[in-house]
């Protein structure tokens, strides 16, 4: 049967009809949300990597830009411009940013005692290294002070670092210098020999207690400071404001990445290798390095209020704040809250 020429464009335009009322009576797609996150390459932020790699960000419709920096200073730099959603690294400079009035609040913990001090060489040798007595005697027999190298005043390592010196081991600050680098190039500077001392977190630590058999693990995390507080997750206030629900999102995988990190270290290494190992280092490192002593995942805000207050009162003896900030003003806990009632 033959159908006139009239009938199969009536036919066609009816098809057509019917397919755009279809698509129009379908839910639009919900476009992703957009989220830029700094970062400091470290194994203590390691829930972002798992949230990356498990690709839990697309499935809750958030689409990740990340951005890599050396040190948290330069980061609050970045978030104060505008350029910055969201940051990953140490609680320190969020202090010292809500004291110059930055919209930033900490909405979660990434984990706490971090930070290790490693000794190589002459001073890793002494028995009585990590005191006040071992920097004494390598200052009289090297005829010059400890080197030791760290990230910029104002950031974690560098509060951490100089807490232990005056507060805990009270080594004369005649017997110590203190030079500022970025956190790639404290290892490597340490592994070189250009210093003596070194503040390092995971994967660096097991990495440069692998590679020098001159190394030696000189002071644990909780004994530089106890509790001491390390990364956190803060988010900018215009993007709590514009994107609330994408901040809970957000903070509920986070919660989630705590826990694989916490119990299942061998999948998340893989997820921690791609992103920080750069091809120098091999799997094995990464899962060692989530199980050692240094490695604590927590998410909870509240776990590290105390904590960052003794280190708060100690930057402002410091000199790098000039007032106390109000925690309550550095924390934000509501989002936290958000997340764990979903």
Do not use: C
């Amino acid at each position: 049967m033959r159908f006139p020429f009239f009938s199969l464009r009536r036919i066609g335009a009816g098809v057509l009809a019917a397919a755009a009322l279809l698509v129009a009576q379908m839910p639009a797609a919900r476009a992703a949300t957009e989220v830029r996150v700094g970062f400091i390459p470290v194994a203590g932020i390691g829930q972002l990597f798992v949230i990356d790699g498990e690709g839990w960000a697309r499935e809750a419709g958030i689409e990740l830009k990340l951005t890599q920096f050396e040190s948290g200073p330069a980061m609050i730099s970045a978030l104060a411009s505008g350029t910055l959603d969201a940051y990953y690294g140490g609680i320190g400079p969020i202090l010292v940013s809500s004291a110059r009035g930055i919209p930033v609040k900490a909405v979660a913990a990434t984990a706490i005692e971090e930070l290790a001090l490693v000794g190589r060489g002459d001073i890793a040798r002494l028995q009585n290294a990590a005191s006040a007595e071992g920097f004494k005697a390598f200052v009289a027999a090297q005829g010059r002070p400890v080197k030791i190298a760290t990230q910029p005043p104002g950031s974690v390592p560098d509060t951490v670092l100089r807490y232990w010196l005056q507060k805990v081991a009270k080594v004369d600050p005649k017997h110590y210098q203190i030079v500022p680098m970025g956190i790639e190039q404290t290892q490597q500077a340490l592994l070189a020999g250009a210093v003596d001392v070194a503040t390092v977190r995971e994967p660096a630590l097991t990495v440069v207690l692998d590679r020098d058999p001159g190394t030696k693990l000189l002071v644990r995390g909780g004994t530089m400071q106890t509790d001491q507080p390390g990364s956190v997750l803060a988010l900018h206030g215009a993007f709590r404001e514009r994107s609330p629900e994408a901040a809970v999102a957000l903070l509920k995988l986070h919660v989630r990445a705590t826990e694989l990190l916490r119990k299942e270290p061998k999948r998340a290494a893989v997820h921690l290798h791609k992103g920080l190992g750069k091809g120098l280092t091999d799997l094995a490192t990464f899962e060692r390095a989530l199980v050692s002593p240094a490695s604590n995942y927590v998410s909870d805000p509240s776990r590290i209020k105390v904590p960052t207050g003794v280190m708060q009162d100690f930057q402002v003896e410091l000199g790098v704040l000039k007032e106390v900030a109000d925690l309550d003003k550095v924390f934000d806990e509501a989002f936290y809250r958000a997340a764990l009632a979903k």
